[in-house]
């Protein structure tokens, strides 16, 4: 069994401080860095406990939000298609 998500259709994210809505089929994931004036100062991976991959998504107010990929517990999704095994 899979537990497949398919990134293109989330439209919530649960974080410790509840569900955030995602708009315009925005959530993504992908390997992280913190940066100042075009430098690199934190990448995740490079440092012992901090994850490589984080996950990003667009709000209802435009804003952005950006996270380390542990520090989502849940998300919704819409199901497109038949699921394997149903008529």
């Known amino acids: 069994m899979s537990l497949a998500i398919d990134v ?5 994210v649960l974080l410790q401080d509840g ?5 315009e089929n925005s959530f993504d994931s992908d390997a ?17 406990g901090v994850s490589a991959t984080g996950a990003t998504w667009k709000e209802r107010d435009g ?3 950006a996270c380390p990929f ?3 517990l849940a998300v919704k999704f819409k199901v497109t ?6 008529s």
């Open 81 to 86: 298609g038949k699921k394997k095994g149903s």
């Open 32 to 48: 992280y860095e913190f940066f100042h004036e075009g430098h690199s100062l934190i990448g995740g991976g490079r440092v012992e």
């Open 19 to 23: 569900w955030h809505q995602v708009v």
């Open 8 to 12: 293109d259709n989330v439209t919530a």
């Open 63 to 65: 804003s952005r939000v």
């Open 70 to 72: 542990p520090s989502v």
